[in-house]
């Protein structure tokens, strides 16, 4: 570029010497070689010579002010077009995050409407069972009030249910009932344990040391061999609770002495009253839950006095029952007696509280109704 541009004032000047051979060229060197470069060169209408200027002729474009200019706006159009196209690309890319951020939004919505609606789902389900229960616990307060079943009673469902109901009444009102004397015989023969005991019940046939009183159906001879290993072993097992330290071994001789008097009695059922045999039976079925208990890590505290009714009324009873976190467990045959007299008692007591009590009971809560249930959310 520099080099052309140096040479073309020399070249003009050799022009101008040898005008009549520029004259026969007629119109300059737009066909020549110097044509090429742009440099055309013709006479006027005055004769004179005037130089057809370098710019866009020929092959070097962009070389004149006019297509500078042209490629400068060339240029500026295309760099426009350029930051047009960079900025409808930022617009499109925003859209597209909004377009994103609007989705996840969606999403996150439909989340916790999904979420609220199980918690609804779950709140209406536990509402449910809650009415349930209480309904339940309400009949079978109303049965175990009124004249309940025997098995109501010596399986300690009732004596429990109407104790959790004093209770109740009694702390929110801060009333107590009278004073019903409770004989100590009585007590005795109750059976307590922490609600969680392995064999649901207490010990009554082995409270004494493990000493048992048989019943006659199996006092025979016949019975002899088997109810001497049974008195030795029950009795070294419970010695054993009492200090801490019964073994497997002499727990599970136990069961099998037990399992095996057992069949001693299958084998003579025919030759027994019917009475008899159900007497026996009952005994052994007792005798086996309470071995069982054995192996309770709380047992030792049957024989500590801790898992036994205590007090000399019906409410001092209840207060050592609720303080030592107790509930009444099954009775065996030689107890049917005790748990009728303190149901007896029992229901004096909290007959005469709700009297006292009158409309304070009501704060205790309110009983769901006995002929109504809500619509069960999950059927």
């Known amino acids: 570029m520099i080099y052309t541009r140096a040479f073309a004032p020399a070249l003009l000047a050799?022009?101008?010497?040898?005008?009549?051979?520029?004259?026969?060229w007629g119109g300059g060197f737009q066909n020549s070689w110097l044509g090429q470069y742009g440099y055309g060169y013709?006479?006027?209408?005055?004769?004179?010579?005037?130089?057809?200027?370098?710019?866009?002729?020929?092959?070097?474009?962009?070389?004149?002010?006019?297509?500078?200019m042209m490629g400068l706006a060339s240029v500026t159009n295309a760099n426009g077009q350029y930051q047009m196209q960079i900025q409808q690309a930022r617009v499109e890319q925003q859209q597209a995050e909004r377009e994103r951020y609007k989705s996840r939004l969606a999403w996150d919505q439909t989340r916790i409407d999904e979420l609220k609606l199980?918690?609804?789902?779950?709140?209406?389900?536990?509402?449910?069972?809650?009415?349930v229960r209480d309904q339940q616990?309400?009949?079978?307060?109303?049965?175990?009030?009124?004249?309940?079943?025997?098995?109501y009673i010596m399986s300690g469902?009732?004596?429990?249910?109407?104790?959790?109901?004093?209770?109740?009444?009694?702390?929110?009102?801060?009333?107590?009932?009278?004073?019903?004397?409770?004989?100590?015989?009585?007590?005795d023969h109750l059976n307590v344990n922490n609600g969680g005991t392995s064999g649901g019940g207490g010990f009554s046939l082995i409270k004494n040391d493990g000493k048992l009183n048989w019943p006659i159906s199996l006092?025979?001879?016949?019975?002899?061999?088997?109810?001497q290993e049974v008195d030795q072993i029950m009795g070294q097992a419970v010695r054993m609770v009492k200090s801490d330290n019964l073994d497997g071994d002499t727990y599970n001789k136990l069961l099998a002495e037990l399992e095996k008097l057992q069949k001693s009695m299958d084998a003579v059922v025919g030759d027994l009253r019917p009475g008899d045999f159900i007497l026996a039976n009952r005994f052994i079925n007792s005798l086996n839950k309470e071995a069982r208990v054995l192996s309770d890590p709380d047992a030792k505290k049957y024989f500590s006095g801790e898992f036994r009714a205590q007090g000399g009324t019906v409410g001092e009873v209840l207060e050592n029952m609720f303080k030592g976190g107790l509930k009444f467990s099954e009775a065996n045959d030689n107890d049917r007696t005790a748990y009728n007299s303190f149901y007896n008692s029992l229901m004096q007591y909290d007959t005469a509280l709700l009297q006292a009590v009158g409309p304070l009971a009501g704060a205790a809560g309110p009983s769901a109704p006995a002929n109504k249930l809500p619509n069960n959310p999950n059927p």
């Open 14 to 24: 050799l022009l101008m010497v040898t005008g009549s051979a520029s004259a026969q």
């Open 42 to 68: 013709g006479r006027g209408g005055g004769g004179g010579y005037g130089m057809g200027g370098y710019g866009m002729g020929g092959y070097m474009p962009g070389m004149g002010p006019g297509g500078y």
């Open 118 to 131: 199980r918690g609804e789902e779950a709140t209406a389900s536990r509402q449910y069972r809650e009415t």
């Open 137 to 151: 616990r309400q009949e079978t307060l109303n049965w175990s009030r009124d004249n309940p079943p025997t098995h």
């Open 157 to 187: 469902l009732a004596l429990n249910t109407i104790m959790d109901e004093i209770r109740k009444i009694q702390l929110a009102t801060n009333m107590r009932g009278p004073q019903v004397t409770v004989d100590q015989d009585v007590l």
């Open 219 to 227: 006092r025979t001879s016949e019975f002899n061999p088997i109810r």
